[in-house]
C-alpha cells in the first residue's frame, strides 16, 4: 500500500555523478552517457525510495558549471496529480496546479517560464 509517483526531468548540460548514479541505479534511468535527462524505471513512494532525491540533485550539480539557474523535475502521481520540483543553488521549490480545467488536447504547446515558482 502507499502513494505511487513517477518523475522525469528536463533535458540539460549535466553529467551525473559516480556518487550519484551508484545510489539511484536501481530506481532512476540514466542515458548510456550519463547526462542530462533522468527519470523514474518505476513507480515509487516520494517519501521512501525518492524522498532525498530532489537534495541528491542539488548536491550532484556543479553550480559554478550549471548554465541554468534552476533544474526542474515533474512528478506524476498514480491519481492524475502533478508535483512540479524546482531544484536551485540555494532552494528547492515545490509547486502543484491549483485547478483541472477540460480541454480538447493538449493545449499547452509552449513554455516559456509558465510554471516557475
Known sequence: MGFYSTFTTEDCRITWPQWFREKYSKSIWFKD???????????????????????????????NDFQLKK?????????????????EKDAIKWSEPESWQQTNDVEHDYCYGCSDI
Do not use: N
Open 71 to 87: 533544474f526542474v523535475m515533474v512528478y506524476l502521481h498514480e491519481c492524475g496529480g502533478i508535483t512540479r520540483c524546482q531544484i
Open 33 to 63: 552517457d550519463h547526462t542530462g535527462t533522468i527519470a523514474s524505471k518505476r513507480e515509487g513512494k516520494t517519501y521512501a525510495v525518492f524522498s532525498d532525491l530532489p537534495a541528491d540533485i542539488q548536491r550532484a550539480i556543479d553550480w
